[in-house]
């Protein structure tokens, strides 16, 4: 069993970002209005998340750690038409296999709190204590037990580089959750969640970036679009300001990119990736979700539609401000 785990956590563990990726997600599906996540180390020796969400139970917080539990849906193709992100029920378990996690967690109902300590899958202690509602996970020393995987891990800067990366697209898909990034003690993200994506903007990005962004709006049959551009003249050297949502969740859509990054081509830009970031809200039942545990892929029966929606929209807005 031990070893099933550890195989299967490289599926779903790949590294530190993989793991906040995971326990993240589950803050997020626990309802929390105010995550905190911290690192230490590029988040190989220290991971903390924090939220304050629905609690796990007493009486469940043990088969929460059990491969293919889980207390949410139950397919696939519930995945984009329900609000839950997690699914497959193993990261907790995976997770598990491969580092020391100490779990202090207390529900509304529950009168005391639990602090539950796991290491390598194998269950050390668990007590009563005091604590406020929602859940504290803490991971130390991901890979301790797999040295051949520990191997591949970059370094620590570029292990957090990925996960401050990763809670800057959550934040901004998320504008309604406050959201705390801590690498190395000091406060690197603080977004206030109060819903609005502008002021969502304006915490994950230095001021230089995002002055003179504009809002963006468009409309096609059974989707839309709304969210923030920037003008033609910051445009840059590649995709790291381009971002994309659908139905709340983070993507990368090659189609989307392609029809914006054609709507900014007219415009006489010195570099082709302008600074977006894009909210659509599309009828499920016009995409084609494949989901594997560390990357998504979209089809959308529309394409066209879309495509032209997008890139048009662009060009109308940019020929508007640049007059
Ligand atoms: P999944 O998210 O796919 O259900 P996980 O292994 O990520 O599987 O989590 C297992 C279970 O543990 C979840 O179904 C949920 O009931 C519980 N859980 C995990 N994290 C939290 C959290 N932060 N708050 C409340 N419940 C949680
Ligand atoms: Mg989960």
């Not at 563990?13 to 993240?24: D, G, N």
């Not at 990366?165 to 705390?180: D, R």
């Not at 590649?238 to 983070?250: F, H, L, P, Q, V």
């Not at 089809?299 to 109308?316: A, D, S, T, W």
């Amino acid at each position: 069993q031990h070893t099933i785990n550890k195989i299967a956590a490289g599926e779903v563990v790949e590294r530190p970002a993989s793991v906040v990726k995971e326990l993240v997600e589950n803050a997020i599906d626990a309802g929390a209005s105010a995550i905190t996540v911290e690192i230490k180390e590029g988040g190989i020796s220290f991971i903390r998340i924090t939220d304050n969400g629905i609690g796990i139970p007493k009486k469940d917080i043990q088969t929460a750690f059990v491969r293919h539990s889980t207390s949410k849906i139950k397919s696939i193709e519930d995945l984009m038409t329900v609000s839950s992100l997690g699914f497959r029920g193993e990261a907790l378990a995976s997770i598990a296999a491969v580092s020391q996690i100490e779990v202090i967690t207390k529900t509304y109902d529950d009168l005391t709190g639990i602090r539950y300590v796991i290491e390598g899958g194998q269950e050390m202690s668990m007590e009563e204590i005091g604590c406020p509602e929602g859940t504290t996970i803490i991971i130390k020393n991901l890979f301790y037990n797999t040295p051949a995987r520990k191997k591949f891990l970059k370094k620590p800067a570029t292990e957090g580089a990925h996960i401050s990366e990763f809670v800057n697209k959550l934040a901004l898909g998320h504008m309604g959750i406050s959201f705390k990034f801590i690498y190395n003690n000091a406060i690197k993200l603080h977004t206030s969640g109060n819903n609005v994506l502008k002021d969502c903007i304006l915490n994950v990005y230095d001021k230089e970036i995002v002055k003179n962004i504009m809002p963006f709006a468009v409309e096609g049959h059974d989707f839309d679009i709304h969210g923030f551009i920037g003008k033609p003249q910051l445009c840059r050297a590649n995709r790291t300001y381009e971002t994309y949502y659908i139905n709340g969740r983070y993507v990368k859509s090659k189609l989307m990119m392609r029809a914006i990054e054609d709507g900014y081509k007219t415009k006489l830009t010195v570099h082709k990736y302008p600074f977006v970031v894009l909210h659509m809200q599309i009828n499920p039942d016009l995409i084609d979700v494949n989901v594997h545990p560390n990357k998504m892929e979209i089809r959308f029966h529309n394409e066209m539609e879309i495509y032209e929606v997008i890139k048009n929209g662009i060009h109308q807005h940019l020929r508007q401000v640049d007059l």
